[in-house]
């Protein structure tokens, strides 16, 4: 069974240009995650979706930041100008909706972006 | 307030020696989950153990334990018998009943021949 899927592995870009970042999740899983992960620090979360919903966008810097999940499957994530604090590892992972505390993710292997 | 917190950032372990990564967490809600994660240098988290609040045991699986001291909110990771593929970062999270999984700093462990 394959894993989450991200693309691209590695982005370098300018600053003030833009990026996107796509994810494919575990068929299957309805529940999914963008997380920021900086530098010798551990994951945060940015958006969670269940199915086509953003149900937790309250960590989204909005101002720059977009995602979309189309028909409840892939998503992407947009920066819209990119400044250089976006430097990151940005992971995607997945999950069965369960409602309950022990609901396992799994997750990609990330994209790590720099931005100049 | 930091939910997770890994007090180390960095360790060192003999190859076939056990070694203990420190967790204590902060939650009010009676209904919690704590997990271990791995992360290698491919950059994929890749899930070791899961301990429900009130679980009884300990969790287990194969050469990983779960040190669950639930009055002093601790939740340390033992590796036993290291191998050289387990260098890694490896992260602490929470997931409360908010289901917001919280993940701590990270322990870098290397593991020497």
């Known amino acids: 069974e394959a894993g989450v899927v991200q693309s691209p592995r590695y982005k370098i870009i300018e600053k003030k240009q833009p990026v996107a970042f796509w994810c494919n999740p575990i068929s299957g899983h309805n529940t999914l995650y963008w997380y920021r992960q900086n530098l010798g620090q551990g994951p945060e979360l940015l958006i969670r979706?269940?199915?086509?919903?953003?149900?937790?966008d309250s960590q989204l810097p909005k101002d720059r930041f977009s995602a979309e999940r189309l028909k409840g499957v892939d998503s992407t994530l947009k920066i819209q100008p990119a400044e250089l604090g976006d430097s990151a590892v940005y992971l995607c992972?997945?999950?069965?909706?369960?409602?309950?505390?022990?609901?396992?993710?799994?997750f990609g292997s990330g994209t790590q972006l720099s931005v100049l | 307030a930091q939910k997770i917190t890994q007090t180390q950032p960095g360790m060192f372990v003999q190859e076939k020696e056990a070694v203990t990564l420190d967790c204590t967490y902060d939650t009010s809600d009676p209904s919690y989950g704590l997990f271990w994660y791995k992360q290698p240098s491919s950059g994929e988290m890749i899930f070791l153990i899961y301990?429900?609040?009130?679980?009884?045991q300990n969790a287990t699986e194969g050469r990983y334990s779960l040190n669950f001291q639930k009055a002093r909110k601790s939740a340390n990771l033992v590796i036993s018998a290291s191998q050289l593929g387990d260098s890694a970062m490896y992260f602490c999270a929470m997931r409360e009943d908010d289901y917001k999984l919280s993940f701590g700093a990270g322990t870098t462990v290397t593991v020497r021949a």
């Open positions: 979706y269940e199915n086509e919903e953003a149900v937790d």
């Open positions: 301990q429900g609040s009130y679980d009884q």
């Open positions: 992972a997945s999950s069965v909706r369960q409602g309950t505390t022990n609901e396992k993710l799994f």
